[in-house]
């Protein structure tokens, strides 16, 4: 195909794409514009959608070109041979707990005008937005070689640093698979898919070391948690509190280590110790 190997969309077309895989096409004739999707003089909401093994010369993954307004959400754009997202012409995007990792290229372009705006999503080689964060996502099997393929599972490993991660604010109710995303009091994960841990999994034990200066307490990992009815829910990466009246978390002490608090970091305000981990 020369433009949207995978899904074409021109003449002030508005399409709802969600709950769907685009994989393994190409866009690699004349300009070859968008290997998964091409978005050219329309908009477009696109949700839920796992965008992988895509190959384009411009825009692996996604090819706008004056298109307006164009909205992302926990989507997965991964392995895909080209940029990942590709954006010209005063287009404008906002995305949001979408994951871009892995692609052969960078990962976002904008260039003649265009604007992208994302936010609670995972970004290799980082983003500046809200909530962005720049770690492995930890695919159960990533493709490790950009190629155009079908190949690939996007589920999240239980260490992933995206679950819990996203905002609740505007996120799907539901994953690609129907799985309920995290409500109040936990946070849904970025990317299509969602793990039923609400909070990633850490290493069953959590060691001492010494601690003496201020904040004695302070979130280490994840960026998003509520741990029970006594705990406040965070809300930014590395968000602290010190006025919290409740002691120590309810970690069970175990030969002098401590188990691990549902997957949570903390100083301790106890002894001005620090409870290291993973």
């Known amino acids: 195909a020369n433009s949207g190997g995978g899904i074409y969309s021109d003449e002030s077309s508005s399409p709802t794409i969600t709950n769907c895989t685009i994989s393994g096409n190409l866009a690699n004739v004349e300009g070859g514009l968008g290997g998964g999707m091409a978005f ?3 908009s477009a909401t696109v949700s839920n959608a796992i965008i992988s093994g895509n190959s384009g010369i411009y825009g692996g993954g996604i090819y706008c070109n004056n298109s307006s307004p164009v909205i992302i959400t926990n989507s997965t754009i991964s392995g895909n041979s080209g940029i990942g997202i590709y954006c010209l012409n005063s287009s404008s995007l906002t995305v949001k707990n979408t994951i871009f990792w892995g692609n052969s290229s960078s990962e976002i372009f904008t260039a003649g005008g265009s604007s992208i705006e994302v936010t609670y999503s995972d970004v290799e080689g980082g983003y500046t937005g809200t909530g962005n964060i720049d770690s492995d996502p930890q695919f159960v ?4 070689i950009p190629v155009q393929t079908t190949d690939g599972d996007f589920h999240l490993e239980d260490n992933s640093p995206c679950i ?3 905002t609740r604010d505007g996120a799907t109710v539901t994953d690609i698979e129907g ?9 849904p994960d970025i990317g299509a ?7 990633p999994s850490l290493n069953s034990t959590i060691t001492l070391s010494t601690r003496t200066e201020s904040p004695k307490w302070h979130l280490i990992s994840p960026p998003i948690i509520s741990i029970d009815s006594n705990s406040a829910i965070f809300n930014d990466w590395g968000t602290f509190q010190q006025d919290w009246s409740i002691g120590r978390w309810d970690a069970v002490e175990n ?3 401590y188990e691990k608090v549902k997957g949570c970091l903390l100083y301790t305000s106890d002894a001005a110790d620090e409870l290291d981990g993973v």
Not at 141 to 144: E, K, R, T
Not at 179 to 187: I, L, S
Not at 193 to 199: I, K, M, R
């Open 179 to 187: 799985t309920t995303r995290g409500t109040d009091p936990n946070f």
């Open 141 to 144: 099997s990533p493709i490790d």
């Open 164 to 166: 819990g991660a996203a």
């Open 255 to 257: 030969g002098g280590q």
């Open 193 to 199: 898919y969602e793990n039923e841990l609400h909070v």
């Open 40 to 42: 050219v003089d329309s």
